[in-house]
Protein backbone atom coordinates (compact mmCIF):
# COMPACT_ATOMS: atom_id res chain seq x y z
CA UNK A 1 0.00 0.00 0.00
CA UNK A 2 1.61 3.44 -1.01
CA UNK A 3 1.06 6.54 0.91
CA UNK A 4 -1.48 7.88 -0.81
CA UNK A 5 -3.76 4.79 -0.51
CA UNK A 6 -3.21 5.19 3.15
CA UNK A 7 -3.82 8.22 3.22
CA UNK A 8 -6.97 7.89 1.55
CA UNK A 9 -7.59 5.12 4.05
CA UNK A 10 -7.08 7.05 7.30
CA UNK A 11 -9.26 9.55 5.85
CA UNK A 12 -12.15 7.07 5.16
CA UNK A 13 -11.47 5.88 8.98
CA UNK A 14 -12.40 9.50 9.93
CA UNK A 15 -15.14 10.03 7.73
CA UNK A 16 -16.51 6.58 9.61
CA UNK A 17 -15.41 8.01 13.28
CA UNK A 18 -17.39 11.37 12.70
CA UNK A 19 -20.85 9.64 12.47
CA UNK A 20 -19.83 7.47 15.95
CA UNK A 21 -18.76 11.25 17.42
CA UNK A 22 -22.20 12.53 16.29
CA UNK A 23 -24.27 9.75 17.70
CA UNK A 24 -22.32 10.33 21.24
CA UNK A 25 -22.70 14.36 20.98
CA UNK A 26 -26.19 13.75 20.75
CA UNK A 27 -26.58 11.25 23.49
CA UNK A 28 -24.26 13.26 25.56
CA UNK A 29 -26.90 16.56 25.07
CA UNK A 30 -29.74 14.43 26.29
CA UNK A 31 -27.95 13.16 29.01
CA UNK A 32 -27.44 16.57 30.23
CA UNK A 33 -23.70 15.72 31.13
CA UNK A 34 -23.38 18.45 28.03
CA UNK A 35 -24.66 21.32 30.81
CA UNK A 36 -21.62 19.94 33.08
CA UNK A 37 -17.88 20.35 32.62
CA UNK A 38 -17.99 18.45 29.36
CA UNK A 39 -16.42 14.92 28.76
CA UNK A 40 -16.11 13.33 25.69
CA UNK A 41 -15.78 9.31 26.13
CA UNK A 42 -16.81 7.63 23.46
CA UNK A 43 -20.06 5.21 23.68
CA UNK A 44 -22.28 7.10 25.95
CA UNK A 45 -25.09 4.96 25.86
CA UNK A 46 -22.64 2.58 27.21
CA UNK A 47 -21.71 4.05 30.63
CA UNK A 48 -24.39 6.92 31.42
CA UNK A 49 -26.18 5.05 33.41
CA UNK A 50 -22.88 4.07 35.68
CA UNK A 51 -22.21 7.74 36.45
CA UNK A 52 -24.37 10.73 37.90
CA UNK A 53 -20.81 13.00 36.35
CA UNK A 54 -19.08 13.55 39.06
CA UNK A 55 -15.32 13.46 38.57
CA UNK A 56 -16.07 12.18 35.32
CA UNK A 57 -14.16 14.95 33.49
CA UNK A 58 -11.08 14.68 35.55
CA UNK A 59 -11.33 10.72 34.69
CA UNK A 60 -11.51 11.61 30.65
CA UNK A 61 -8.82 13.72 30.92
CA UNK A 62 -6.39 11.28 32.39
CA UNK A 63 -7.42 8.82 30.18
CA UNK A 64 -7.01 11.37 27.55
CA UNK A 65 -3.44 12.18 28.47
CA UNK A 66 -2.29 8.66 29.12
CA UNK A 67 -4.15 7.85 25.02
CA UNK A 68 -1.87 10.96 23.39
CA UNK A 69 1.37 9.96 25.95
CA UNK A 70 2.01 6.38 24.52
CA UNK A 71 -1.57 4.60 25.47
CA UNK A 72 -2.79 4.63 22.45
CA UNK A 73 0.29 2.83 21.05
CA UNK A 74 0.23 0.26 24.44
CA UNK A 75 -3.53 -0.47 23.27
CA UNK A 76 -2.53 -1.15 19.64
CA UNK A 77 0.17 -3.38 20.68
CA UNK A 78 -2.27 -5.60 23.00
CA UNK A 79 -4.41 -5.65 19.54
CA UNK A 80 -1.13 -6.41 17.49
CA UNK A 81 -0.04 -8.92 20.07
CA UNK A 82 -3.94 -10.65 20.31
CA UNK A 83 -4.48 -10.67 16.58
CA UNK A 84 -0.64 -12.09 15.77
CA UNK A 85 -1.49 -14.63 17.71
CA UNK A 86 -5.07 -15.68 16.65
CA UNK A 87 -3.61 -15.26 12.97
CA UNK A 88 -0.82 -18.10 13.83
CA UNK A 89 -3.43 -20.31 15.69
CA UNK A 90 -6.04 -20.33 12.61
CA UNK A 91 -3.14 -20.96 10.38
CA UNK A 92 -1.83 -24.22 12.02
CA UNK A 93 -6.00 -25.60 13.09
CA UNK A 94 -6.79 -25.06 9.29
CA UNK A 95 -5.95 -24.10 5.55
CA UNK A 96 -5.43 -20.39 4.70
CA UNK A 97 -8.55 -18.95 2.78
CA UNK A 98 -6.71 -17.19 0.18
CA UNK A 99 -10.25 -15.76 -1.14
CA UNK A 100 -14.12 -15.70 -1.18
CA UNK A 101 -15.77 -15.66 -4.13
CA UNK A 102 -19.57 -15.66 -3.69
CA UNK A 103 -20.10 -12.76 -1.43
CA UNK A 104 -20.85 -12.97 2.06
CA UNK A 105 -22.79 -11.88 5.39
CA UNK A 106 -20.33 -9.62 7.50
CA UNK A 107 -21.15 -10.09 11.24
CA UNK A 108 -20.63 -6.67 12.67
CA UNK A 109 -23.59 -6.28 14.32
CA UNK A 110 -24.87 -7.62 17.62
CA UNK A 111 -28.21 -8.44 15.56
CA UNK A 112 -27.05 -9.48 12.76
CA UNK A 113 -28.04 -13.46 13.34
CA UNK A 114 -31.52 -12.62 15.52
CA UNK A 115 -32.46 -10.36 12.01
CA UNK A 116 -30.81 -13.10 9.20
CA UNK A 117 -32.32 -16.24 10.93
CA UNK A 118 -35.52 -16.06 9.11
CA UNK A 119 -37.01 -16.84 6.04
CA UNK A 120 -36.99 -13.24 4.78
CA UNK A 121 -33.41 -14.35 3.97
CA UNK A 122 -33.11 -17.62 2.97
CA UNK A 123 -31.27 -16.09 -0.62
CA UNK A 124 -28.43 -14.79 1.79
CA UNK A 125 -24.65 -16.37 0.78
CA UNK A 126 -23.21 -19.28 2.64
CA UNK A 127 -20.92 -17.87 3.65
CA UNK A 128 -20.86 -15.77 7.48
CA UNK A 129 -17.82 -13.92 8.26
CA UNK A 130 -17.72 -14.10 12.23
CA UNK A 131 -15.84 -11.32 14.21
CA UNK A 132 -14.77 -11.91 17.68
CA UNK A 133 -16.10 -8.89 19.14
CA UNK A 134 -19.40 -9.13 17.76
CA UNK A 135 -20.60 -13.01 17.05
CA UNK A 136 -22.27 -13.14 20.66
CA UNK A 137 -25.31 -14.71 18.60
CA UNK A 138 -25.88 -18.23 17.50
CA UNK A 139 -25.21 -18.59 13.74
CA UNK A 140 -28.21 -19.51 11.55
CA UNK A 141 -28.17 -22.84 10.25
CA UNK A 142 -26.78 -23.85 7.15
CA UNK A 143 -23.94 -21.47 7.21
CA UNK A 144 -20.51 -21.33 6.76
CA UNK A 145 -18.75 -19.37 9.76
CA UNK A 146 -15.30 -17.94 8.74
CA UNK A 147 -13.65 -16.07 10.94
CA UNK A 148 -12.44 -13.48 9.59
CA UNK A 149 -8.71 -13.22 11.06
CA UNK A 150 -8.60 -16.59 8.32
CA UNK A 151 -8.36 -13.82 5.16
CA UNK A 152 -5.96 -11.64 6.38
CA UNK A 153 -2.28 -11.51 6.56
CA UNK A 154 0.36 -10.94 8.71
CA UNK A 155 1.08 -7.88 6.52
CA UNK A 156 -2.33 -6.81 7.22
CA UNK A 157 -2.26 -6.94 10.52
CA UNK A 158 1.14 -5.04 10.78
CA UNK A 159 -0.24 -2.37 8.24
CA UNK A 160 -3.45 -1.91 10.39
CA UNK A 161 -1.18 -1.36 13.58
CA UNK A 162 0.91 1.28 11.94
CA UNK A 163 -2.15 3.15 10.55
CA UNK A 164 -4.13 3.25 13.62
CA UNK A 165 -1.22 5.29 15.36
CA UNK A 166 -1.19 7.45 12.92
CA UNK A 167 -4.94 8.08 12.57
CA UNK A 168 -4.76 8.37 16.30
CA UNK A 169 -2.06 11.11 16.39
CA UNK A 170 -4.19 12.70 13.24
CA UNK A 171 -6.86 12.95 15.06
CA UNK A 172 -5.18 14.67 18.26
CA UNK A 173 -3.18 17.22 15.87
CA UNK A 174 -6.57 17.96 14.30
CA UNK A 175 -8.39 20.45 16.13
CA UNK A 176 -11.93 19.23 14.90
CA UNK A 177 -11.29 15.63 16.51
CA UNK A 178 -8.89 16.32 19.44
CA UNK A 179 -11.48 16.12 22.41
CA UNK A 180 -12.96 13.02 20.57
CA UNK A 181 -9.75 11.14 20.24
CA UNK A 182 -10.13 8.77 22.40
CA UNK A 183 -12.76 7.33 19.39
CA UNK A 184 -9.59 6.40 18.17
CA UNK A 185 -9.35 3.33 19.89
CA UNK A 186 -11.40 1.78 17.05
CA UNK A 187 -8.64 2.62 14.37
CA UNK A 188 -7.10 -0.95 14.42
CA UNK A 189 -9.42 -3.14 14.02
CA UNK A 190 -11.42 -1.17 11.46
CA UNK A 191 -7.93 -1.26 9.45
CA UNK A 192 -8.02 -4.88 9.69
CA UNK A 193 -11.60 -5.68 8.62
CA UNK A 194 -11.01 -3.23 6.00
CA UNK A 195 -7.77 -5.15 4.37
CA UNK A 196 -10.27 -8.60 5.35
CA UNK A 197 -12.70 -7.16 2.69
CA UNK A 198 -10.43 -6.94 0.22
CA UNK A 199 -10.47 -10.99 0.27
CA UNK A 200 -14.00 -10.72 -0.58
CA UNK A 201 -15.73 -10.76 -3.63
CA UNK A 202 -19.40 -11.05 -4.52
CA UNK A 203 -22.43 -9.33 -2.76
CA UNK A 204 -21.84 -7.71 0.45
CA UNK A 205 -24.53 -8.08 2.98
CA UNK A 206 -24.45 -6.01 6.57
CA UNK A 207 -27.21 -5.27 9.21
CA UNK A 208 -25.95 -1.56 9.88
CA UNK A 209 -27.07 1.39 9.33
CA UNK A 210 -24.75 4.52 9.75
CA UNK A 211 -22.32 3.71 11.76
CA UNK A 212 -18.19 3.46 11.60
CA UNK A 213 -18.73 -0.25 10.11
CA UNK A 214 -21.74 0.88 7.34
CA UNK A 215 -19.06 3.23 6.19
CA UNK A 216 -16.46 1.03 5.78
CA UNK A 217 -18.11 -1.11 4.51
CA UNK A 218 -19.09 1.75 1.71
CA UNK A 219 -15.75 3.01 1.23
CA UNK A 220 -14.19 -0.54 0.22
CA UNK A 221 -17.11 -1.38 -1.95
CA UNK A 222 -16.71 2.01 -3.84
CA UNK A 223 -12.89 1.16 -3.68
CA UNK A 224 -13.66 -2.47 -5.22
CA UNK A 225 -16.13 -0.99 -8.00
CA UNK A 226 -13.16 1.55 -9.13
CA UNK A 227 -10.72 -1.59 -9.43
CA UNK A 228 -12.23 -4.50 -10.69
CA UNK A 229 -15.75 -5.59 -9.35
CA UNK A 230 -18.21 -3.54 -11.39
CA UNK A 231 -20.80 -5.86 -10.20
CA UNK A 232 -20.64 -6.23 -6.60
CA UNK A 233 -23.83 -5.65 -4.68
CA UNK A 234 -23.99 -3.81 -0.93
CA UNK A 235 -27.13 -4.57 0.39
CA UNK A 236 -28.33 -3.03 4.07
CA UNK A 237 -31.00 -5.22 6.07
CA UNK A 238 -32.81 -2.19 8.85
CA UNK A 239 -32.27 -4.25 12.52
CA UNK A 240 -34.32 -1.68 14.32
CA UNK A 241 -36.07 1.73 14.16
CA UNK A 242 -35.36 5.08 12.66
CA UNK A 243 -37.73 6.80 14.42
CA UNK A 244 -36.61 9.82 17.27
CA UNK A 245 -36.09 8.26 20.24
CA UNK A 246 -36.31 12.05 22.04
CA UNK A 247 -38.69 14.59 21.55
CA UNK A 248 -35.64 17.12 21.53
CA UNK A 249 -34.96 19.21 18.05
CA UNK A 250 -31.54 17.65 18.72
CA UNK A 251 -32.40 14.38 18.20
CA UNK A 252 -35.32 15.03 15.59
CA UNK A 253 -32.62 17.02 13.22
CA UNK A 254 -29.70 14.26 14.08
CA UNK A 255 -30.41 11.66 11.59
CA UNK A 256 -30.85 14.27 8.66
CA UNK A 257 -27.66 16.05 9.65
CA UNK A 258 -25.54 12.76 8.97
CA UNK A 259 -22.20 13.73 9.18
CA UNK A 260 -21.05 10.88 6.57
CA UNK A 261 -23.51 9.14 4.25
CA UNK A 262 -23.77 6.13 2.48
CA UNK A 263 -23.57 6.17 -1.18
CA UNK A 264 -22.53 2.72 -2.60
CA UNK A 265 -26.07 0.94 -1.21
CA UNK A 266 -27.82 -0.94 -4.07
CA UNK A 267 -30.81 -2.52 -1.75
CA UNK A 268 -31.83 -1.85 1.42
CA UNK A 269 -34.45 -4.47 3.43
CA UNK A 270 -36.64 -2.25 5.63
CA UNK A 271 -39.09 -2.69 8.18
CA UNK A 272 -41.93 -0.69 6.53
CA UNK A 273 -42.52 2.20 3.63
CA UNK A 274 -41.88 4.71 6.74
CA UNK A 275 -38.86 3.28 7.96
CA UNK A 276 -37.27 2.82 4.08
CA UNK A 277 -38.48 6.22 3.14
CA UNK A 278 -36.16 7.93 6.10
CA UNK A 279 -33.43 5.56 4.73
CA UNK A 280 -33.50 6.88 1.72
CA UNK A 281 -33.74 10.20 2.96
CA UNK A 282 -31.53 10.37 5.73
CA UNK A 283 -28.94 7.91 5.74
CA UNK A 284 -28.10 7.48 1.48
CA UNK A 285 -26.48 9.89 -0.35
CA UNK A 286 -28.06 9.60 -3.78
CA UNK A 287 -26.34 9.80 -7.07
CA UNK A 288 -27.20 10.47 -10.11
CA UNK A 289 -28.74 7.74 -12.16
CA UNK A 290 -28.20 5.03 -9.76
CA UNK A 291 -31.09 3.03 -8.55
CA UNK A 292 -31.82 1.56 -5.24
CA UNK A 293 -34.13 -1.47 -4.64
CA UNK A 294 -36.19 -1.14 -1.59
CA UNK A 295 -38.00 -3.90 -0.09
CA UNK A 296 -40.09 -3.89 2.93
CA UNK A 297 -39.60 -7.00 5.24
CA UNK A 298 -41.80 -7.85 8.36
CA UNK A 299 -39.74 -9.08 11.49
CA UNK A 300 -41.30 -11.31 13.82
CA UNK A 301 -41.07 -12.12 17.62
CA UNK A 302 -40.56 -15.52 18.89
CA UNK A 303 -42.99 -15.01 22.09
CA UNK A 304 -42.26 -16.98 25.09
CA UNK A 305 -44.71 -18.19 27.40
CA UNK A 306 -44.96 -17.28 31.13
CA UNK A 307 -45.83 -19.99 33.28
CA UNK A 308 -48.22 -19.88 36.49
CA UNK A 309 -48.62 -15.74 36.33
CA UNK A 310 -51.51 -15.17 38.49
CA UNK A 311 -51.21 -11.49 37.47
CA UNK A 312 -50.75 -8.88 34.78
CA UNK A 313 -47.24 -8.94 33.72
CA UNK A 314 -45.35 -5.55 32.38
CA UNK A 315 -41.95 -5.56 30.31
CA UNK A 316 -39.79 -2.51 30.65
CA UNK A 317 -37.75 -2.05 27.37
CA UNK A 318 -34.64 -0.25 28.71
CA UNK A 319 -32.10 1.70 27.62
CA UNK A 320 -29.32 3.25 29.91
CA UNK A 321 -30.59 6.78 28.98
CA UNK A 322 -33.99 6.21 30.65
CA UNK A 323 -33.09 3.85 33.21
CA UNK A 324 -34.18 6.39 36.23
CA UNK A 325 -37.43 7.25 34.19
CA UNK A 326 -38.07 3.90 34.18
CA UNK A 327 -37.18 2.76 37.67
CA UNK A 328 -39.61 5.72 39.08
CA UNK A 329 -42.39 4.41 36.72
CA UNK A 330 -41.99 1.04 38.13
CA UNK A 331 -42.00 1.70 41.69
CA UNK A 332 -45.30 3.99 41.29
CA UNK A 333 -46.81 0.91 39.94
CA UNK A 334 -45.62 -1.32 42.74
CA UNK A 335 -47.06 1.53 45.04
CA UNK A 336 -50.33 0.59 43.29
CA UNK A 337 -50.77 -3.01 42.28
CA UNK A 338 -49.62 -6.50 42.25
CA UNK A 339 -48.16 -7.29 38.87
CA UNK A 340 -45.12 -9.48 37.16
CA UNK A 341 -42.07 -7.03 35.95
CA UNK A 342 -39.57 -7.81 33.72
CA UNK A 343 -36.97 -5.77 32.16
CA UNK A 344 -34.95 -6.22 28.76
CA UNK A 345 -31.86 -4.36 28.56
CA UNK A 346 -30.59 -2.65 25.43
CA UNK A 347 -28.97 -5.54 23.44
CA UNK A 348 -25.45 -3.18 22.75
CA UNK A 349 -25.33 -1.99 26.64
CA UNK A 350 -24.66 -3.54 29.79
CA UNK A 351 -27.59 -2.32 32.43
CA UNK A 352 -25.98 -0.62 35.80
CA UNK A 353 -26.47 -2.09 39.37
CA UNK A 354 -29.26 0.06 40.20
CA UNK A 355 -31.48 -1.69 37.54
CA UNK A 356 -29.69 -5.19 38.19
CA UNK A 357 -31.10 -4.23 42.28
CA UNK A 358 -34.57 -2.51 41.43
CA UNK A 359 -36.37 -5.74 41.94
CA UNK A 360 -37.70 -6.67 38.55
CA UNK A 361 -37.26 -9.98 36.53
CA UNK A 362 -33.91 -9.25 34.62
CA UNK A 363 -33.56 -11.06 31.32
CA UNK A 364 -30.07 -11.48 30.24
CA UNK A 365 -31.28 -13.39 27.27
CA UNK A 366 -30.90 -11.67 24.36
CA UNK A 367 -33.03 -14.05 22.56
CA UNK A 368 -35.71 -14.25 25.25
CA UNK A 369 -39.24 -12.49 24.31
CA UNK A 370 -41.67 -13.02 27.30
CA UNK A 371 -45.41 -12.49 26.11
CA UNK A 372 -46.48 -9.84 28.77
CA UNK A 373 -49.93 -7.87 29.07
CA UNK A 374 -48.05 -4.59 28.49
CA UNK A 375 -44.77 -3.07 27.62
CA UNK A 376 -43.48 -0.06 28.27
CA UNK A 377 -40.43 1.21 26.28
CA UNK A 378 -38.77 4.16 24.69
CA UNK A 379 -39.38 4.05 20.81
CA UNK A 380 -37.94 1.38 19.74
CA UNK A 381 -38.34 -1.37 16.99
CA UNK A 382 -39.77 -4.13 20.59
CA UNK A 383 -43.06 -2.08 20.05
CA UNK A 384 -43.86 -2.42 16.62
CA UNK A 385 -42.81 -6.18 17.01
CA UNK A 386 -44.84 -6.65 19.87
CA UNK A 387 -47.94 -4.56 18.55
CA UNK A 388 -47.85 -6.82 15.59
CA UNK A 389 -48.51 -9.85 18.48
CA UNK A 390 -51.82 -8.00 19.56
CA UNK A 391 -50.02 -6.77 22.86
CA UNK A 392 -50.23 -2.88 23.86
CA UNK A 393 -47.48 -0.46 24.33
CA UNK A 394 -47.15 2.56 26.08
CA UNK A 395 -44.28 5.14 24.76
CA UNK A 396 -42.15 7.60 26.36
CA UNK A 397 -39.33 9.73 25.23
CA UNK A 398 -35.95 8.29 26.00
CA UNK A 399 -34.74 11.53 27.92
CA UNK A 400 -37.75 11.88 29.93
CA UNK A 401 -37.46 13.46 33.10
CA UNK A 402 -38.02 10.89 36.35
CA UNK A 403 -40.27 13.17 38.13
CA UNK A 404 -42.29 12.85 34.84
CA UNK A 405 -43.28 9.19 35.77
CA UNK A 406 -46.73 9.70 36.87
CA UNK A 407 -48.42 10.41 33.03
CA UNK A 408 -46.93 6.87 32.02
CA UNK A 409 -47.60 5.25 34.90
CA UNK A 410 -51.53 6.32 34.83
CA UNK A 411 -51.25 5.66 30.94
CA UNK A 412 -49.90 1.99 32.17
CA UNK A 413 -52.80 1.37 34.52
CA UNK A 414 -55.35 2.47 32.06
CA UNK A 415 -53.96 -0.13 29.20
CA UNK A 416 -54.10 -2.64 31.88
CA UNK A 417 -57.56 -2.02 32.95
CA UNK A 418 -58.66 -2.78 29.38
CA UNK A 419 -57.68 -6.54 30.05
CA UNK A 420 -57.75 -6.87 33.43
CA UNK A 421 -61.70 -5.90 34.92
CA UNK A 422 -60.28 -6.51 38.45
CA UNK A 423 -57.26 -5.15 38.87
CA UNK A 424 -55.85 -5.89 42.70
CA UNK A 425 -54.88 -2.14 43.74
CA UNK A 426 -53.77 -1.77 46.93
Known sequence: ???????????????????????????????NLSNRRAVY????????????GA???FIWLSIACFWVLGGAIIYFLFDLV????????????????????????????????????????????????????????????GKDVVPFISIVTGYNIFTSFVMAIQATYL??????????????YTAFRWFLVFEAIEKITGNLIIVNHFDRWAVLVDRRVRIKRRKECKNIKFIIVQHGTLKTASNSKLAKDFIKNLPTKISEVDTIYALNEIEKNKFVSNILYSKPNKKINCVCYKSTLHLSEISDSKHPTVLFVGHPMCENFQISVYQALLGMLNFTAFYKPHPRSSESIKIRNAGWDLI???????????????????VDEYRQEG???????????????QNTSNKAILTLQKSYSNLNFF
Do not use: C
Open 171 to 184: MFFKKKYRKWMLQS
Open 55 to 57: HLY
Open 364 to 382: TDSKKFPRVDLIISYPSTL
Open 82 to 141: NFSIKHIINSLKSEKIAEINDGAILDLSPRAATILDSKNFSWTPKIWISFPWSSTQEIPQ
Open 41 to 52: IPRVSKWVGWTT
Open 1 to 31: MNKYARLRLIADYLAATRNEIAVDEMLLSLS
Open 391 to 405: IPAVVHSIDENPLNY
